[in-house]
């Protein structure tokens, strides 16, 4: 059995010289954390998804077909938005602490590995895994609503070539516009932003569990920030204490409100473009910033 | 003077315990080297300070006071961790990949790729004996299978510095035997091994030097023939000697002013028994 081990230094491959940053070696990270959630089956959400907007489809068909579209986007969209949403905070928060847990990081961080590639490789895990999450729901979403748009078509009947040209232009009006592409990209920045905001907090919490916990609190929390802002900067009225109260609020967790656009989206508003980029760079910059400040803390950290 | 494997100066590590004012000294002042090519036993009994001071060395946890290297780098920067292979005490792996794509996963943290990477996983798994479970899943592994793909991914960067923490820990005798032979394996190549073990056989039997360490501090340290053997009596072994030959013996000792301490039949080890009970010697 030792024979083999016992061939020359020489003939046995040698490792590439260290590198302070290696694509090669974060994706290894990456792709290793994609499976891992894959392979716990994390996409069964999928089916449950998929039967949730083929029943929301069948339920409205009584309603006018503009009617029909809107109740079908706002389903739709707000279930990609919870589902991607509870993706994000449930598999993050489970990647550190088990591999702390499990002793698995320290076989990890033995190897050259620094700590800044071990997390980030961790999040663009994640990330992948809501790319392909979001990517797979739009796609049932858009072939559903196409269906539905098809049907709607066919049920115009004989008409003036001129009347049906205009219907059909209805029609496509109220299913396919660009902003449904603009709300689709808010939703996985949204989910996007609460995953590194996940990992931040699984750095320094001990358990899944207590990750878990804290990310639904900041995740409420998230949706009135911007109310805290508001009285922070503009009622003098309150006090010392409130004040830096509404500072902390405001300056510590992300503004998630500004990503809630299903609403608009699905009554057919146009998302003006200059706002859609804006937006998203802040989605951006948040998920930048709450992985600097994780990996600042994971640095630190003692194993 | 070579570069040692593993060098510890004055190290100190203080843990403070949170929400309390006190604070536990898990290592206190240690200073050892670990040359090239030896095999170093670290002892001492559970909350001596062992695996402290290996995380320390392969920079898991940063020091309080004092300096660790490996081979002559700074055990903080993690480039000193490319000649480095670690196998902890009871390791988990991810449960969800197979043996073969675990090797492959830690081959590709340590810059192998492609053909020469499948190549090399192959080799330990042939090497550790686990060749027909490489594409089973980590989590239908027994304990001893485990111990074996953690010592697989050890080597997968063919490292010149194994840190072994318990490397036998439920595995079985022909299993234990089979790694202790890996590690004088090891050892013949140039590999060093520093190896915290509670087997004490086991290390008597393969460690050149051991340091034993007690609540934080190295009480003593050297090498272990020095150490355990007691200088002022021989041991001979005789076979097919005559109950003549033996009672000349006895008197010859009298005369020449020795004390018989002891007379006995040596004895095989239970484990070498078992080997032989069991075919695993084989």
Redesign the interface.
Known sequence: ??D???TP?SA????????LF?P??IW??AS?TL??LV??KVFYFLLLFALLIIGSSAFVVKFSFQEQFQVLKDVALGAMSIFTWLLAVLSTALLLPKDIE???L?????????RCEYLLGKLLGVLTLLFLATSLMSFLFVGVLYYREQGAIASLGDMPPDEFAAAVAAVKASTFSPSLIQGIVFIYLKAALCASLTLLLSTFASTTIFTIMVSVVVYFIGHVQALARDYWLRDATVGPLTKIFLAFVSLVFPDLQLFNVVDDIAAGAALPMAIFLKTSALGVIYIAVYFLAGYFLFQ?K?? | MPTPAISIQNLTKV?PIPFRREKVVAVKDLSLNVEAGHVYGLLGPNGSGKSTTM?IV?????PTAGKTEIFGRDSAE??S??D?????E?????K??TGEETLL??G??????GA??K??AK?LL??V?LESAAARRIGGYSKGMLQRI?LA???V??PRLL?LDEPTAGVDPAGSR?IR??IL?FK??GITVLLCSHLLSQVQEICDRIGILHEGRLVREGALADLISIDTQTEIVLENATPQFLDQLRAAAARGGAKIVEERKPQRTLERYFLEVTGGGE
Do not use: W
């Open positions: 059995m030792l083999v081990f016992l230094m046995a491959p040698s490792a590439t010289r260290h590198k290696s090669a070696r290894a990270l290793n499976l891992e392979r716990l499990e002793r698995t320290y076989t990890i961080l033995a190897k050259p590995v620094p630190n003692e194993l | 843990f995380k392969l920079g898991l946890v940063s993690v480039e961790r490319e480095v292979g670690f196998l902890p009871s390791p988990y792996f991810y969800f990949l996963f830690y590709k943290l340590c810059g192998l790729r020469k990477l190549e090399r080799e042939h090497l004996g953690g991914q050890a080597l960067q063919e840190v089979e032979d890996l394996a013949q190549r």
